[in-house]
């Protein structure tokens, strides 16, 4: 793939913007040519070929800042204009500002030459290889829904201060969607998840077969119980308990809205000792690993939370400035909008237990596979119901339960993680291990 013409594409966009009356310029490239297969109860349904470019000028006039996006290289002129006419109309903030050019080395492991020759027929296989795992395991399981896809990536970025950086990309993902029946049975619904940037290394078996297994275990669930203590979370329900609303709370530009609890409390502690979280785009052939960010910030491994005490908030050139903070090159979006804030390859670093250790040390608690419910980021409350659950009583696993609500807050719980096992599962830039939390409500459905 041909990221320097994207890049001159880019350079020419910062050109016109001037040439418009900008003050200042930025132009973000973006070309993705994609190929997916999708199953359907059961069945290969569907296989799709696309191909989409999208170039974003922003600029500034002043301090005041205007963006416009074109799928169009013959529309870029007409982009520029709208956006410097969308600056002159927009209030004046003394924070907006563009990165400076600085060194970025490439990331490497992130593109893939095979994927040039990765066709509609190559993911259409994949998906068939997903439907073959799940019949070899188990006539009771079924996939309701999943689907492999490949994509190939350029992302370009110049600016008027001297940015100037591209690279290619490719991804190669599948997930899963299962469920199991017997006779009037239906176990929980479990959703697994895999990728990975090279094609020799794709493997559906894994995603399948958890995803399967979740589903069978939840098979004769029962009527749970009512306590309150802990309750032992999968990598998927850290991710949707825990991670999801801390991610809120180090997100820099929701600190500067006033929204968090966490923008004055740099190298306090936010959590237990064994909450530690580092971001590193830097990993070769990570997933969400690249050079730079969506403003062409070199990109560089964070810590996030060390030990429980908070090390740092994600920033993008917007938010450092205003908060008068280092850049930590976390600006994220695409080509049709202007830059967000947002995490890479995230990880929460493995404890000493193993998992089995960790249900051995739990007289009574619930292990949830899934949770499915509400969290507020803000107040941290949150409330919900375990799928995929089993009552652990004894130090044992001893029955799965169905309908059990689970209720706490956030922060509290932080407050409150026992331990993080030594087994992590990877789902896409997440690496997330089991974590055990006490005090949490567990009420018997």
């Not at 170039?55 to 007409?78: C, M, Q, Y």
Request: glycine share 10%.
């Amino acid at each position: 793939m041909n990221a320097e013409r994207w890049l001159d594409a880019c350079r020419e966009g910062c050109a016109a913007a001037v040439a418009a009356g900008a003050t200042a310029a930025e132009a973000f490239a973006q070309h993705t040519e994609e190929v997916s297969a999708a199953i359907e109860k059961g069945d290969l349904k569907v296989a799709r070929s696309s191909r989409e470019s999208t170039l974003g000028i922003r600029v500034l006039v002043g301090d005041r800042v205007g963006f416009a996006s074109t799928n169009s290289p013959e529309d870029l002129a007409s982009a520029c204009r709208d956006a410097v006419a969308l600056a002159k109309a927009a209030p004046g903030d003394s924070h907006n500002r563009f990165p400076e050019a600085g060194p970025c080395p490439a990331v490497a492991g992130l593109f893939d030459e095979a994927s040039a020759g990765f066709a509609a027929a190559d993911v259409v296989r994949c998906a068939a290889a997903m439907l073959a795992v799940a019949a070899s395991m188990d006539r009771r399981v079924v996939i309701g829904d999943g689907g492999a896809a490949a994509v190939r990536t350029v992302r370009a970025v110049a600016n008027t201060h001297g940015v100037a950086a591209a690279e290619a990309a490719s991804l190669f993902t599948h997930h899963v969607l299962v469920t199991a029946r017997e006779g009037d049975q239906v176990s929980s619904m479990d959703f697994q998840y895999g990728a990975t940037r090279r094609a020799n290394e794709i493997d559906v078996t894994p995603a399948v077969t958890l995803a399967c297994r979740n589903a069978l275990d939840s098979l004769g669930s029962s009527r749970g119980a009512t306590f309150r203590g802990v309750v032992l979370l999968s990598p998927s329900a850290v991710l949707d308990l825990l991670v999801a609303p801390l991610l809120f709370q180090v997100n820099a530009r929701n600190a500067l809205r006033g929204l968090t609890r966490w923008r004055d409390r740099l190298g306090e502690r936010v959590a237990a000792p064994a909450v530690s979280l580092v971001d590193d785009a830097t990993l070769p052939g990570g997933v969400a690993s690249s050079s730079f960010d969506r403003e062409g910030t070199p990109r560089a491994a964070l810590t996030i939370i060390d030990r429980g005490r908070l090390a740092s908030l994600l920033h993008n050139a917007y938010s450092s400035q205003a908060s008068a903070a280092a850049n930590t090159g976390h600006a994220e979006g695409s080509a049709g909008g202007p830059p967000l804030i947002g995490p890479t390859n995230l990880a929460w670093l493995a404890g000493d237990a193993s998992l089995d250790d960790q249900i051995a040390d739990t007289s009574l608690g619930l292990f949830v596979a899934r949770f499915a419910g509400n969290v507020d980021p803000i107040s941290g409350d949150f409330s919900g119901v375990a799928k995929a659950a089993h009552l652990v009583r004894g130090g044992r696993r001893v029955a799965p339960v169905n309908g059990c609500l689970v209720a706490g807050n956030v922060f509290e719980a932080l407050d409150a993680v026992l331990d993080a096992s030594r087994e992590r599962q990877k789902i896409l830039g997440f690496t997330l291990p089991f974590v055990r939390v006490g005090g949490i409500s567990v009420t018997a459905g």
